[in-house]
């Protein structure tokens, strides 16, 4: 009989009472250029449409950037974007809404004295529909920004600016701005603070359309500690502000786990193990902690996604981040670092736990859960031995068990092999009718790590040098084709 095989695993989940296959790809987009990806989301057709920048060889400035790629990994599309009379512009981040997509970003105009919000509207084939540019405070640049969609169909926006002080030191400012979807401006607030690291890296919606929150660091110095969130209403004043438990702080990527509770992410300043770890905790609707967990790799330190660590699409809630991120050269760093992505429950247990890279150095930027109930995670990589502050895109996408495979047809009409002991520890035991048969065992990314050739009805296969976890197998027979599959489990 023909069934549809992954290359190790079936990829199939039940989506309102089908079955719906799962695509999953990893993908290096290399230019000489470097790039940068700071937003994605995907379409009604199931592409991923992701905003960012890139830079121009010649003038050494970047220009807005924007990348259109399938449910496979093909790249569909390629754009790269500048206003008129810009010296450099970027994009921060995209949404789409009623079949057009609104991006948000910055244009320098005198570097670095001034830079101006870039407001544009494109249609579903990416051309541009409206385009605003819109005045901010002489003297300060954006240098971070994330926005929403609210209820009523505004577009609001926080994040920070960067001035040079009176003291010629650089100084980073809170923000808030609300756009109409033509984008004009409806209301901003631009705060001047003493304190150099004076951030705001995202803002949700009340539950009940009343007002934000915003979630901000180094806001106040009341608490005594970093985190805190501020709490505005409609017309983005300041109501009250309130300390994040735990300590947390810095990338908070607010999700609402249900009707009234809130899901977020940071570091953590305390004591160690959690000082640079990965913290993910739920908080109520009047900032009280409900659930708290932390994640860490070893001893590395770790960094939430810059832009997007949490996304949660129907029962399927990912935390994203960085594991051994080099805080002392965060992107052109020398150490080998890694994608890391784990799959919660709404009480932040983990269901599972992964990572990815670990060849180079890599920074991931966003995630996003999947219409199939995956994840796209998507950032840079870069290879200090071959690259020299030039970055490429990494983007992975996962299934929903975090795995990246890929799939083919074949026929299969009986098990021939037995594979065992499974779980096993050092060694396992292939026993199969057939001789002359390539086993293959592979790690949940991809990567084929023994072969061998069974020459024997009996073959075992050392793997000693493996570490703990799952992995997969396949038997291939001498016309290269595959006829037999399975998973495997080193304890």
Known sequence: MKI?????????????????AQHTFEKVISEPEDQIINSSIEDNDGN??????????????????????????????????SPNDS????????????????????????????????????????????????????????????????????IVITGYTTRIDETNNYNNDAFLYKLDLDGDSMNSKFYTS???????????????????YAFVSHFTNTFGTSGQRLVLDK??????????????????????????????CGKRGAEPPNDYALNVLSITDNGQLIDYNTFKKNTFREQPSRYKGISKKGNCIYLG?????????????????????????????????????????Y??????ATNDGGCIMVGNRYDYETQNQERDIYIVKVNSDGLIVWTQEISIDKQVTEVYPNPGTNQLIIKTDNKKLDFELININGQVVIRQILDENQSPINTESLKSGMYFYRLIDKKNKTIETGKWIKK
């Not at 905003?51 to 790249?75: F, H, P, Q, V």
């Open 235 to 264: 017309n983005l004043d300041s109501l009250s502000i309130d300390s994040i438990p735990k300590q947390v702080y810095d990338y908070y990527s607010p999700v609402y786990i249900n009707q009234s509770d809130i899901l977020i």
């Open 87 to 154: 010296i450099s512009s970027m994009f921060f981040n995209i949404h789409l809404f009623d079949n057009q997509y609104y991006i948000l970003g910055s244009q320098m105009v005198v570097n670095p004295d001034t830079s101006k919000l870039w407001f544009l509207k494109l249609n579903y084939n990416l051309g541009i529909e409206d385009e605003k540019i819109l005045n901010i405070p002489i003297g300060r640049w954006f240098s971070y920004m994330n926005s929403i969609i609210d209820s009523d169909t505004n």
């Open 321 to 361: 981040g960085s594991s051994n991120h080099d805080y002392s050269n965060p992107f052109w760093s020398t150490l080998d670092s890694w994608f890391h992505l784990i799959k919660i429950n709404p009480d932040i247990t983990p269901i599972w736990e992964y990572w990815y890279g670990g060849d180079a150095y």
């Open 48 to 81: 991923y449409i992701m905003a960012g920048r890139i830079k121009d060889i010649e003038s050494n400035l970047y220009n807005g950037y924007i990348i259109k790629i399938d449910s496979t990994g093909s790249l569909l599309q390629e754009e790269t974007i």
């Open 363 to 368: 920074f991931l930027y966003s995630i996003l």
């Open 194 to 212: 003493l304190v150099p690291w004076h951030f705001s890296f995202d803002i949700i919606e009340k539950i009940d359309s009343s007002g934000y």
């Open 4 to 20: 549809l095989l992954v290359l190790l695993l079936f990829l199939y989940f039940n989506i309102n009472g089908y079955l719906k």
